[in-house]
């Protein structure tokens, strides 16, 4: 009773500031008593007054004579205060407090008249507030503590939400200090007191720095308190204080845990926050106080403000919970909460500071094993340290705190593949090639089930190239499978074949492909085995080079090329078949291995094999089977046409199995296998007819030069094909069936159509002019003068024609063709003329690729013939101003084929063109030089010509001349 009592008059004496309480001693109060405790603050100051203005007086003077008959209450010591008693007169205080302040806010400034009075006089007002609630809560505890620290922040919030730094304060209130608690030297509370032989006692450290002063003797040494001359520097260590100290510093520590407790509950105000948060960094350097917030809650507690809105409070948390988490019962606490999610979620922060502290927290969080999937597992967790890790010279201090936390991450192999997914290889490599053998096969795995982009293809084999050919030999059927799904993709990466093949990978995937044997293994090693081969095959590096055994074969020796042709009609998989096939493919296409291929295929006859293969339902091996037979097909093309023919559905169906809405890879190599194969090979070509194929293949020309058909990358090849296969339909008009769809379908018409640049590519145009030399070589064939207008029954005409084309024929001869003499026509014989070819035809002279000026040449040449009327046609071209276009094909190119067409055709000019032709062609500057360089460096064709127009333009002697004179 006595101590509450004591209590109450303690907090209300102590605040009276020094300055006052001293003036107050001297001055002569009989009004208000003699005891100057009696007085409050206020009191004293309006005393010390001169000048106060009547009104703030009268005020002051009201509030004053209530706290003092409180104050004398209190202090009344000659009789003990009851519980209920000292509960009313703290009621009462706090009233009076509350009503001085709304009474001093209706003042006016002016009423103090800069007195300084006021200032002092409201900071004792706040200053026995708060003591006078530090002892209630002292009595009462949380509800109060909530009640006093909502109100003291109130103001706070209008001054931007900064801390006040009150929290510690407040729990000195609660747990007093004591005056003996200070070194006298420099007014800090004591960690190491001694006392002196004055008897006073001082801080260790300061006492210690005071006795250096004197060491010189030029003056006696004296205590800095009382003044007294020592005769000795011997420090007593004043142990009973120390404990003492030592208790209090534990109790306000463990107050201060509560109040900020109880601050973060509260959460009123961003200040409230700021300030428990800041007292709470002080608190953690006590591994007791550490213990206290887990036990009480801060640790989950401050979980929550990771998604405050404040930058300054998430990182201000962060900072603490990186403090709270040094033991492994704060991890423990962190594993329960979601404080890792959110910590990953600022790690994308532009803040420096919040980002810092939040690597700086899971680094911590990464030292403890119970976390360490916890973090890989959060979705962009590494993806985001990493991205720090790398990008070193943005942020230094992140990187380097990244780079230990996945360093820590590593203990969990799981996180080692998530690195992996991230684009963070080193740590799987450097297990895969230095762990353990656990640790190697559980890397193993993981790098086969993960999508290798090139860059990590390449490191993987420059560092583990060969640790994955050992696992190959390792007999664990699983970490073969996985050692070979690695070595599939590197291998795929043409720039890693070399170290692949130094590492002698070569002659064991032979081995697995062609000999190796293991119990109840199923076929995939010798598919792997096969593709891998094939990758390494793909790339630029020599098959000469690459050695297969110790008896000196190559892959591409008759021994290699034999075993997978020999397989090829064995294998029970269409993708160790297509792996075969790869091989084969990147083996013809170099000209030596070419011979050796051609040589096995016709001795073991597979052919038939490969062709077969075309039906497989495996997409990929019917188009690596069609590019090898177009490879082939150049030698032995009246092979693969023949087996086309005999396999079921073809060739029709490599032209009908489309999708109208996706051109893909497969039918532009269908179409481009047909068009490529011998075109004088009747027996396909009549297939390709007789299976309707013809009508289709113009449909989707028709189709793609509209839009009708979705594009694609394989659109352009696609057509290609599809107007080569009509051009090897011109090859043999010879047959009536051939001719008649010919006829049928106007394929002169058509070839005219494509002529036009925006009918498709280069290829397309030079198909469509080599098509027109084909159907116009056929021209004089099908052109009769008027008494052969009625062709014989069952003759070949008779055949060719129906009743209706004949009798179109009758109408034609009556204005017979110029060129060809008789009845002539785009579609029943083919003319140039009066199809309108012959002026796009000499547009394409112009053409920058020669191989289609040269083609165009070719269909043009076939209008002066020596069948057709020359001088007409000349006359025809003349007009048309052919030899401008010929002679301005010769100034864009000099290839051998163009010159000596194009000489050819000016030659034409000279004998049947007359005057005009010749002044042309005599005037032009560039043919001279031409002709020369023709004469000189030609083939003996091309120089025949050239000697030819020489002569005639008098360039060189004509020997014929010379000799009849």
């Given at each position: 009773?006595?101590?509450?009592?004591?209590?109450?008059?303690?907090?209300?004496?102590?605040?009276?500031?020094?300055?006052?309480?001293?003036?107050?001693?001297?001055?002569?109060?009989?009004?208000?008593?003699?005891?100057?405790?009696?007085?409050?603050?206020?009191?004293?100051?309006?005393?010390?007054?001169?000048?106060?203005?009547?009104?703030?007086?009268?005020?002051?003077?009201?509030?004053?004579?209530?706290?003092?008959?409180?104050?004398?209450?209190?202090?009344?010591?000659?009789?003990?205060?009851?519980?209920?008693?000292?509960?009313?007169?703290?009621?009462?205080?706090?009233?009076?407090?509350?009503?001085?302040?709304?009474?001093?806010?209706?003042?006016?400034?002016?009423?103090?008249?800069?007195?300084?009075?006021?200032?002092?006089?409201?900071?004792?007002?706040?200053?026995?507030?708060?003591?006078?609630?530090?002892?209630?809560?002292?009595?009462?505890?949380?509800?109060?503590?909530?009640?006093?620290?909502?109100?003291?922040?109130?103001?706070?919030?209008?001054?931007?939400?900064?801390?006040?730094?009150?929290?510690?304060?407040?729990?000195?209130?609660?747990?007093?200090?004591?005056?003996?608690?200070?070194?006298?030297?420099?007014?800090?509370?004591?960690?190491?007191?001694?006392?002196?032989?004055?008897?006073?006692?001082?801080?260790?450290?300061?006492?210690?720095?005071?006795?250096?002063?004197?060491?010189?003797?030029?003056?006696?040494?004296?205590?800095?308190?009382?003044?007294?001359?020592?005769?000795?520097?011997?420090?007593?260590?004043?142990?009973?204080?120390?404990?003492?100290?030592?208790?209090?510093?534990?109790?306000?520590?463990?107050?201060?845990?509560?109040?900020?407790?109880?601050?973060?509950?509260?959460?009123?105000?961003?200040?409230?926050?700021?300030?428990?948060?800041?007292?709470l960094k002080v608190l953690c350097r006590s591994r007791y106080n550490k213990v206290q917030m887990h036990t009480i809650g801060i640790t989950k507690l401050l979980t929550h403000f990771l998604e405050d809105k404040k930058e300054i409070v998430r990182c201000g948390a962060l900072e603490v919970l990186c403090l709270l988490v040094e033991d492994e019962e704060g991890k423990e606490i962190i594993a329960k909460t979601k404080s890792i999610m959110r910590t990953i979620k600022i790690l994308s922060n532009s803040n420096s500071s919040e980002r810092h502290a939040a690597v700086s927290f899971l680094l911590e969080l990464s030292k403890s094993d119970l976390l360490l999937e916890d973090i890989g597992s959060i979705p962009g967790g590494i993806l985001m340290l990493t991205t720090m890790k790398f990008n070193e010279s943005a942020d230094p201090f992140a990187a380097e705190k990244a780079g230990e936390t996945l360093k820590n991450l590593e203990k969990c192999s799981k996180n080692i593949k998530y690195m992996a997914e991230n684009g963070f290889l080193d740590p799987l490599l450097n297990h895969l090639v230095k762990g353990s053998e656990e640790m190697q096969m559980k890397m193993v795995t993981y790098l086969g089930e993960l999508v290798l982009e090139p860059d990590m293809k390449k490191k993987i084999a420059e560092s583990a190239s060969e640790t994955l050919v050992k696992m190959i030999h390792s007999g664990n059927t699983m970490v073969r499978k996985a050692a070979f799904s690695v070595l599939l993709q590197i291998s795929a990466h043409q720039q890693n074949s070399k170290n692949l093949v130094d590492v002698g990978l070569v002659p064991i995937m032979i081995?697995?492909?062609?000999?190796?044997?293991?119990?109840?293994?199923?076929?995939?090693?010798?598919?792997?085995?096969?593709?891998?081969?094939?990758?390494?095959?793909?790339?630029?590096?020599?098959?000469?080079?690459?050695?297969?055994?110790?008896?000196?074969?190559?892959?591409?020796?008759?021994?290699?090329?034999?075993?997978?042709?020999?397989?090829?009609?064995?294998?029970?998989?269409?993708?160790?078949?297509?792996?075969?096939?790869?091989?084969?493919?990147?083996?013809?296409?170099?000209?030596?291995?070419?011979?050796?291929?051609?040589?096995?295929?016709?001795?073991?006859?597979?052919?038939?094999?490969?062709?077969?293969?075309?039906?497989?339902?495996?997409?990929?091996?019917?188009?690596?089977?069609?590019?090898?037979?177009?490879?082939?097909?150049?030698?032995?093309?009246?092979?693969?046409?023949?087996?086309?023919?005999?396999?079921?559905?073809?060739?029709?169906?490599?032209?009908?199995?489309?999708?109208?809405?996706?051109?893909?890879?497969?039918?532009?190599?269908?179409?481009?296998?047909?068009?490529?194969?011998?075109?004088?090979?009747?027996?396909?070509?009549?297939?390709?007819?007789?299976?309707?194929?013809?009508?289709?293949?113009?449909?989707?020309?028709?189709?793609?030069?509209?839009?009708?058909?979705?594009?694609?990358?394989?659109?352009?090849?696609?057509?290609?094909?599809?107007?080569?296969?009509?051009?090897?339909?011109?090859?043999?008009?010879?047959?009536?069936?051939?001719?008649?769809?010919?006829?049928?379908?106007?394929?002169?018409?058509?070839?005219?159509?494509?002529?036009?640049?925006?009918?498709?590519?280069?290829?397309?145009?030079?198909?469509?002019?080599?098509?027109?030399?084909?159907?116009?070589?056929?021209?004089?064939?099908?052109?009769?003068?008027?008494?052969?207008?009625?062709?014989?029954?069952?003759?070949?005409?008779?055949?060719?024609?129906?009743?209706?084309?004949?009798?179109?024929?009758?109408?034609?001869?009556?204005?017979?063709?110029?060129?060809?003499?008789?009845?002539?026509?785009?579609?029943?014989?083919?003319?140039?003329?009066?199809?309108?070819?012959?002026?796009?035809?000499?547009?394409?002279?112009?053409?920058?690729?020669?191989?289609?000026?040269?083609?165009?040449?070719?269909?043009?040449?076939?209008?002066?013939?020596?069948?057709?009327?020359?001088?007409?046609?000349?006359?025809?071209?003349?007009?048309?101003?052919?030899?401008?276009?010929?002679?301005?094909?010769?100034?864009?190119?000099?290839?051998?084929?163009?010159?000596?067409?194009?000489?050819?055709?000016?030659?034409?000019?000279?004998?049947?063109?007359?005057?005009?032709?010749?002044?042309?062609?005599?005037?032009?500057?560039?043919?001279?030089?031409?002709?020369?360089?023709?004469?000189?460096?030609?083939?003996?064709?091309?120089?025949?010509?050239?000697?030819?127009?020489?002569?005639?333009?008098?360039?060189?002697?004509?020997?014929?001349?010379?000799?009849?004179?």
């Amino acid at each position: 009773m006595e101590e509450n009592s004591y209590q109450v008059t303690v907090s209300v004496s102590e605040a009276i500031p020094p300055v006052v309480a001293e003036v107050t001693e001297q001055q002569n109060l009989p009004e208000l008593g003699t005891n100057p405790h009696q007085l409050s603050p206020a009191t004293v100051e309006l005393q010390m007054t001169q000048q106060c203005p009547t009104g703030g007086t009268q005020v002051l003077q009201s509030l004053i004579t209530n706290v003092d008959l409180l104050v004398v209450k209190c202090n009344s010591g000659s009789q003990s205060i009851m519980d209920d008693e000292l509960k009313s007169i703290i009621r009462k205080l706090e009233e009076l407090i509350k009503n001085i302040s709304m009474d001093l806010n209706q003042l006016p400034v002016s009423t103090f008249q800069n007195h300084e009075y006021a200032e002092t006089g409201t900071r004792s007002v706040q200053t026995y507030n708060v003591k006078s609630q530090g002892r209630r809560l002292w009595c009462d505890d949380v509800p109060y503590l909530a009640d006093f620290l909502t109100g003291m922040h109130d103001n706070v919030n209008e001054n931007g939400g900064e801390p006040c730094g009150v929290l510690p304060q407040l729990a000195e209130y609660v747990e007093p200090l004591y005056e003996a608690f200070f070194c006298p030297l420099t007014k800090r509370i004591m960690d190491d007191p001694v006392t002196i032989e004055s008897g006073t006692t001082y801080e260790r450290k300061d006492i210690t720095e005071w006795f250096a002063k004197f060491e010189d003797g030029s003056e006696a040494l004296v205590c800095p308190s009382t003044g007294m001359k020592l005769q000795s520097k011997v420090l007593h260590t004043n142990i009973a204080l120390r404990t003492i100290i030592t208790e209090w510093i534990e109790r306000n520590e463990a107050t201060r845990v509560r109040i900020a407790r109880t601050a973060l509950s509260l959460a009123t105000s961003e200040a409230m926050v700021l300030d428990a948060i800041q007292d709470l960094k002080v608190l953690c350097r006590s591994r007791y106080n550490k213990v206290q917030m887990h036990t009480i809650g801060i640790t989950k507690l401050l979980t929550h403000f990771l998604e405050d809105k404040k930058e300054i409070v998430r990182c201000g948390a962060l900072e603490v919970l990186c403090l709270l988490v040094e033991d492994e019962e704060g991890k423990e606490i962190i594993a329960k909460t979601k404080s890792i999610m959110r910590t990953i979620k600022i790690l994308s922060n532009s803040n420096s500071s919040e980002r810092h502290a939040a690597v700086s927290f899971l680094l911590e969080l990464s030292k403890s094993d119970l976390l360490l999937e916890d973090i890989g597992s959060i979705p962009g967790g590494i993806l985001m340290l990493t991205t720090m890790k790398f990008n070193e010279s943005a942020d230094p201090f992140a990187a380097e705190k990244a780079g230990e936390t996945l360093k820590n991450l590593e203990k969990c192999s799981k996180n080692i593949k998530y690195m992996a997914e991230n684009g963070f290889l080193d740590p799987l490599l450097n297990h895969l090639v230095k762990g353990s053998e656990e640790m190697q096969m559980k890397m193993v795995t993981y790098l086969g089930e993960l999508v290798l982009e090139p860059d990590m293809k390449k490191k993987i084999a420059e560092s583990a190239s060969e640790t994955l050919v050992k696992m190959i030999h390792s007999g664990n059927t699983m970490v073969r499978k996985a050692a070979f799904s690695v070595l599939l993709q590197i291998s795929a990466h043409q720039q890693n074949s070399k170290n692949l093949v130094d590492v002698g990978l070569v002659p064991i995937m032979i081995e697995e492909m062609f000999t190796r044997r293991i119990n109840d293994e199923p076929m995939g090693s010798k598919e792997e085995s096969s593709a891998v081969l094939a990758n390494i095959l793909e790339s630029s590096i020599d098959p000469e080079t690459l050695h297969v055994n110790n008896h000196g074969h190559t892959i591409s020796s008759h021994y290699s090329i034999y075993n997978m042709a020999h397989m090829l009609k064995y294998a029970t998989t269409d993708k160790l078949n297509m792996n075969l096939i790869r091989m084969l493919l990147s083996l013809a296409k170099l000209p030596k291995p070419l011979a050796t291929v051609l040589s096995v295929i016709r001795e073991t006859e597979v052919s038939q094999t490969i062709i077969e293969f075309l039906n497989s339902p495996l997409e990929e091996l019917n188009i690596v089977s069609m590019k090898l037979l177009i490879v082939l097909s150049s030698n032995i093309g009246h092979t693969i046409a023949e087996g086309l023919c005999k396999s079921q559905g073809q060739p029709g169906n490599l032209i009908n199995n489309f999708d109208p809405n996706r051109i893909a890879e497969k039918h532009a190599v269908a179409v481009n296998l047909l068009a490529q194969l011998p075109h004088q090979i009747v027996t396909l070509n009549l297939a390709l007819v007789r299976q309707g194929t013809i009508p289709t293949i113009l449909n989707r020309i028709e189709q793609i030069q509209k839009g009708e058909t979705r594009t694609s990358r394989f659109s352009r090849p696609y057509l290609d094909g599809l107007v080569g296969i009509l051009v090897r339909l011109t090859s043999t008009l010879n047959d009536p069936n051939i001719l008649k769809i010919a006829i049928e379908q106007d394929l002169t018409s058509v070839f005219t159509k494509l002529l036009m640049r925006t009918a498709g590519s280069d290829e397309v145009q030079r198909l469509a002019a080599v098509g027109l030399e084909k159907l116009s070589s056929k021209s004089m064939d099908l052109s009769r003068p008027p008494e052969m207008e009625r062709p014989k029954k069952g003759g070949f005409l008779g055949k060719a024609f129906s009743g209706s084309q004949r009798e179109r024929m009758r109408d034609l001869v009556l204005h017979p063709c110029p060129v060809h003499g008789g009845g002539c026509s785009s579609a029943t014989t083919f003319c140039l003329v009066e199809s309108g070819a012959m002026e796009k035809l000499l547009g394409c002279l112009e053409h920058e690729n020669v191989k289609v000026a040269e083609a165009a040449l070719s269909a043009l040449c076939t209008l002066l013939d020596e069948r057709v009327d020359v001088v007409k046609s000349v006359g025809l071209f003349t007009e048309m101003d052919a030899v401008k276009h010929v002679l301005g094909v010769l100034r864009e190119h000099r290839d051998e084929g163009v010159c000596h067409k194009s000489f050819w055709v000016i030659e034409k000019f000279l004998l049947s063109g007359g005057e005009s032709s010749m002044r042309e062609i005599s005037n032009d500057r560039v043919l001279p030089s031409a002709l020369i360089t023709a004469f000189h460096r030609g083939d003996a064709n091309t120089k025949k010509v050239a000697e030819n127009i020489l002569r005639h333009l008098n360039k060189m002697p004509d020997y014929s001349r010379i000799l009849s004179m």
